[in-house]
């Protein structure tokens, strides 16, 4: 699956469709594109450039990168006059389900170029491509128009849709008032006296001025998850060009200050960055899907400025609603950093976040809003944290970076021996790691629905003690190359003490799967969850030999899909099956059966390293390289439901989903 390509996929597309996917509606629909910034910010809508998310703009701007993440052009209104006709490119869905125009109509072919969106229109003879890219780092987002073909000048008109909102949240035009200082090839938009000032320009066209409301747009998706559904959008005016075949003109939106050098830039520059990165990652000779793969995994990083480091970094978990969290950050940097040769960019990340870590503990999430104190409520993203700088070290062999944050890893240790924060602390008695109070969501099972913790796993969670141990055979690794010896051997013997109790305690000979959690306030918690996976798959394995072969094989007959493991097994009472609805509904199976893309990576090593067989633990990956052509294209979603045909939910494209798909590919095509 990872042989060898003679061209790369900005030649060779991987997502390619024609008209069986692009003209009919509801396929078309399911199917959504994304372009980052590395700011945070993104432009993205269903396939045919429908709006049917809150999140879904031209231009959604960082406007404190990473976060504040702003709705400023939402689509635009385009449509072509040729040889008389006039021909509709986009596609609006309305109250009550009106679909108005219907540009999908004629849409012959939509791609990826890498990771970039390219539609081709078919009017009569002629044929139009729109391909859409964001400046790197840059709040800027590009479409360019080119007539491919045709036998006469066509006419094209683009209506700019605008808002200015947070991009959880629709907007009314009641009582809003936007200021427009039109020029003759754009014009300059602020909404109110509070509102973020933005450009719009469009070389060789000449813009019209015409400002209204358009209102009551559909936004489908929020209506399927219960929430607000329904928004308005401001249209400044209108641009007008006339081409002839092989002409090309661009439309720029920006929010950035120099807008006029905004406008400067072509699609090479977009081309070239993906190409570098496959340099950067080895993968110019691999196969589609890796090279699809390191596409997708770029979107996710992003700065993250600290005041005493401007380059600082971080990951976004997932599009398009969430921001940068310590957990999925730490679970992503191998996959996303390490397997695509972007060391600099994983040390930059272990730095900034060793800035935040308090008493011990890595932050679980920043906020919406910059200047915000970070939440902490997390048991584990400090341990995934050390188990990250592990394998950088191990990438690297870079000793600096270990050095430095050395003391930072014997003050994790040691808080989490004294204890610290919701009650996370090693029980003396066994070595084993505790941790949660009620109320407090502390796992990756984080679901929480006002006071109600759906899964709260409050006393010794498997995984926690299988990366606790890990932590410290980390430092215990550290102390020997780096450290003090007494430390080392300390910690090796803190290691044995976990090893020991965790093989007694989480096993039952009755039983051929692991406790999910012991000492809980109501005893033991043997459900039939993933979280085992950890004790088998992490780079010191708690288990091995037959009792880990068990294991394995009992989660793939229960857990294991076509996308990733359930979150609880089918034969539990508390099972769901199906995932949907409001807040409510969704949290509660969030858990509950849900399957998860990223829990493929634990299983799929696992099954190598029990196994050695490289092509059966390959074939267990395989089905990713379609679902690439489905929900979030080029990437990989968050979640999907637990029965057949496991449709994707939840965020279109996950950070650890992408990651551990592509950390183990790469591991098992070397």
Known sequence: MDHASKDSILDRPLIHFGREICGDLDAALRREWLVTNGLGGYASAALPGTLTRSYHGLLVAALAPPVERTVLVAGLDEWATYSGDRYPLSTHEFNGGSVAPEGYRFLESFHLEGSLPVWTFAMADALLEKRIWMGHRQNTTYVRYQLLRSSAALDLE??????????????????????????????????????????????????????????????????????????????????????????????????????????????????????????????????????????????????????????????????????????????????????????????????????????????????????????????????????????????????????????????????????????????????????????????????????????????????????WYNALKIAAVFETRLGTPASAVEFEALSEQVRSSFLRRFQCAELDHLADVIDGPDGDDWSMRPNQMFALSLPFALIDGVDACRILDTVGRKLLTSWGLRSLSPDDPAYIETYGGDQLRRDGAYHEGTVWSWLLGPFVEAHYRLHGDADAALLILAPMGDHLRDAGLGSISEIFEARAPFLPRGCIAQAWGVAETLRVLRMLSN
């Open 158 to 467: 683009l209506t700019p849709l605008l808002s200015d909102r947070s991009f959880h949240a629709l907007q009314s035009g009641q009582g809003q008032e936007v200021e427009v200082l039109a020029g003759d090839q754009g014009a300059a938009i602020r909404f109110g006296d509070a509102g973020h000032p933005f450009w719009l320009s469009m070389n060789q066209a000449c813009f019209e001025p015409d400002a209204s409301w358009w209102w009551n747009f559909h936004f489908r998706e929020e209506s399927a998850r219960g929430l607000e559904d329904t928004g308005d959008l401001f249209a400044p005016g209108t641009f007008r060009v006339r081409l002839n075949a092989g002409e090309f003109v661009q439309f720029v939106a920006t929010s950035e200050p120099d807008h006029e050098k905004a406008r400067q830039v072509g699609p090479e520059s977009a081309r070239s960055r993906q190409l570098e990165l496959l340099r950067c990652a080895n993968a110019e000779s691999s196969s589609p899907l890796t090279q699809q793969l390191v596409f997708a995994a770029d979107q996710f990083i992003v700065t993250r400025p600290l005041p005493e480091n401007p380059d600082g970094e971080s990951i976004i978990a997932g599009y398009h609603w969430f921001n940068d969290w310590g957990r999925d950050t730490m679970i992503s940097l191998p996959g996303l950093c390490l397997e695509t040769g972007r060391t600099r960019e994983a040390e930059a990340i272990l730095r900034t976040f060793a800035k935040y870590i308090d008493q011990g503990l890595l932050p679980n999430n920043f906020p919406d809003r910059a200047g915000i104190v970070p939440g902490y409520n997390t048991a584990d993203a400090t341990l995934w944290y050390v188990v990250a700088l592990y394998r950088y070290w191990q990438a690297t062999g870079d000793d600096g970076l270990a050095r430095d944050l050395l003391p930072i890893l014997e003050d994790i240790v040691r808080h989490h021996r004294e204890g610290t924060h919701f009650h996370i602390a090693v029980d003396r008695h066994d070595g084993l790691l505790a941790a949660g109070e009620s109320g407090a969501q502390l796992t990756w099972m984080d679901a929480k629905v006002g006071n109600w913790v759906v899964t709260p796993r409050i006393g010794k969670p498997v995984e926690i003690n299988a990366l």
